[in-house]
């Protein structure tokens, strides 16, 4: 059994932390493969290290004194070190990391020093070799991940007990490059399909996935099983746990990702897998209800519309040549309407609608704002008959009127479009009337 294990920043932001990681370890044989992030909040208002490192990086390029910021930075390693009594010669590290400093670094080699020297602490603390990035890790002169460069040289290292730093890896010529932020939970995908584990595990703050946000509905439960279909969905519309590529790398193995609370060590968490041979099990339809507020639509119309060629790519057109992502689209006989995130418009607005009514010549163009996005996701509702039935149903009877509906072709979710005003009460009405 192999299990590759990301600790986020929150388990890696002080010994506390590093024991409960320890004691989770341990009591798992299979956990052989541990990723790490740089140390994060130990408290709201403290700050992460990752941030503190960019933080560093901007002073030295304005020529500004960063020596405060830095010592911060070393302080906080050098009290993790000494609180778990490890013989490690930090000091040495952050000296030569200074003088590197004063030479010129790249942004990218400087904040992924916070992953690197979480990596060297854990491996010391865990007794585990550490094995850095920079040595498997491999990207392409275009920045993306070069899998079949990387793969085969975490294989050669496996079969070891081994810390892996997060976040980052190096360009062909060696030179460090990072992920985007949050990247640490890519690093650990990578590790788990470069070794064919048999889970990745992402251990963070949070007990898993909640069915919906726990600001609407405080009781919300956790999504105890879902697919990575559904997880997409899910998170593009909000519920953002993982970082959005996250599951490509695992997905094409047919990794299980188990998501996981270093604080609450004994809670199942969520597991993510591609489907899960106990579907009959009769229980509620929906796996999890997801949203955003502040939407736009506009709708085009003009007679006859419908039946010319080309005429829905011309209104894409002009969205498309202002670099503004169209995220619905809907139609009707003679109208056509694209919902838009109101923020991916903004000062766009009125080039984009003068455009419009110069090119497209419609008899009206409306515009509507304040429109909210409630997805209900859910692989239960494929290719079965009177799930939106229900969901529509239960809205009307609460008064919240249904403005767009939309519905992929997998049925896995139905989207439908509120006013801004209803947003929080069409997610609890959802959730109390499906959930039990
Ligand atoms: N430390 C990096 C960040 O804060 C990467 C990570 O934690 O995943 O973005």
Redesign the pocket.
């Known amino acids: 059994m192999l299990k590759v294990a990301k600790f986020?920043?929150s388990s890696m932001a002080d010994a506390g932390q590093f024991q409960k990681v320890r004691k989770i370890i341990e009591s798992d044989p299979g956990r052989k493969v541990i990723v790490v992030?740089?140390a994060g909040k130990r408290f709201s208002g403290d700050h992460?290290l990752?941030d503190l490192l960019y933080l560093c990086h901007a002073h030295l390029q304005y020529g500004v004194a960063c020596d405060s910021v830095y010592d911060m930075i070393c302080s906080r390693y050098l009290e993790i070190r000494d609180a778990l009594h490890l013989d490690l010669d930090l000091e040495s590290e952050f000296k030569v990391l200074r003088e590197k400093m004063e030479r010129g670094i790249s942004q990218d080699e400087l904040v992924s020093r916070?992953?690197y020297f979480s990596a060297k602490l854990m491996a010391a603390y865990l007794g585990y070799e550490f094995a850095d990035s920079a040595d498997w890790l491999r990207f392409t002169l275009d920045g993306s991940v070069d899998k079949e460069a990387s793969y085969p040289l975490l294989q050669a290292i496996g079969g070891k007990k081994i810390v892996i730093p997060?976040?980052y890896g190096a360009m062909p010529d060696g030179s460090i490059k990072t992920l985007t932020?949050?990247?640490?939970?890519i690093t650990g995908a990578l590790a788990a399909a470069a070794l064919d584990a048999d889970v990745y595990e992402n251990w963070t703050d949070v007990s898993g996935i909640l069915m919906a946000d726990p600001r609407i509905v405080s009781d919300a439960k956790t999504i105890e099983h879902i697919t990575y279909s559904e997880l997409r969905e899910l998170s593009y519309i909000g519920a953002q746990v993982l970082h959005e590529q996250t599951v490509f790398p695992v997905r094409e193995k047919n990794i299980p990702l188990n998501i996981r609370n270093t604080n609450d060590p004994n809670h199942p968490g969520t597991l993510i897998q591609e489907n899960f041979s106990d579907d009959d099990r009769d229980e509620w339809f929906i796996t999890g209800i997801a949203g955003k507020k502040n939407y736009t639509a506009i709708t085009v119309t003009r007679s006859g519309m419908s039946s010319q060629v080309g005429e829905f790519r011309r209104i894409l057109g002009v969205f498309e040549k202002h670099r503004v992502s169209v995220a619905y689209a809907l139609t009707g006989i003679d109208c056509f309407s694209v919902v838009i995130e109101q923020a991916q418009l903004a000062a766009k607005r009125y080039t984009i609608l003068a455009e419009m009514q110069t090119d497209l010549k419609p008899d009206e163009i409306a515009v509507d704002d304040g429109i909210a996005v409630v997805a209900a996701v859910g692989r239960k509702m494929a290719f079965r008959s009177g799930s939106s039935g229900k969901i529509f149903a239960k809205l009307g009877e609460h008064g919240i009127n249904v403005r767009m509906i939309s519905q992929g072709p997998e049925e896995l979710n139905i989207i439908v479009g509120v006013k801004n005003e209803d947003y929080e009460r069409a997610i609890e009405v959802l959730y109390r009337s499906f959930v039990k």
Request: overall charge neutral.
């Open positions: 986020g920043g992030s740089a992460k990752t916070g992953e997060g976040f932020r949050g990247g640490s939970d």
